[in-house]
């Protein structure tokens, strides 16, 4: 198996940090762009995709600001972190998300990013 490589992607978004935040850590939010359904149970999160379900657990919250998440069935080295990154000066919002992706992978899994990025920005009408 190769190795996975960690790496990190970051988008614009023209929301406030607190309702941003809303749709990264609540199973409702997560609901609207990122899995088909989601469930929480015991801080272990179920996303639902095309009928098919993963289960992750979190790892860290901080309020307005990072969540990171840990597929259950995966290595405990790695994870996917979504931080809400803002400027002090220009009061910009970013996304930054950080995620593990064998090398070939890697392209791949940046669209999927992508496209789901997208999704979240026209949800959230920014």
């Known amino acids: 198996m190769s190795e996975k490589k960690k790496f990190t992607i970051e988008y614009e978004i023209k929301s406030s940090p607190r309702i941003l935040f809303s749709f990264l850590n609540e199973p409702n939010g997560l609901a609207q762009w990122f899995a088909d359904d989601v469930n929480i149970k015991d801080q272990v999160y179920t996303f639902t995709w095309d009928g098919d379900s993963q ?5 860290t919250v901080k309020e307005n600001k990072l969540v ?42 940046k669209l999927i990013w992508d496209n789901q990025i997208e999704y979240l920005i026209s949800v959230l009408g920014a």
């Open 55 to 59: 289960k992750a657990k979190l790892l």
């Open 68 to 109: 990171r998440f840990k597929w259950v069935d995966d290595d405990p080295q790695f994870y996917f972190e979504m931080e809400i990154l803002q400027d002090e000066l220009t009061n910009d919002v970013a996304l930054s998300i950080t995620d593990f992706a064998t090398e070939d992978a890697i392209a791949e899994r």
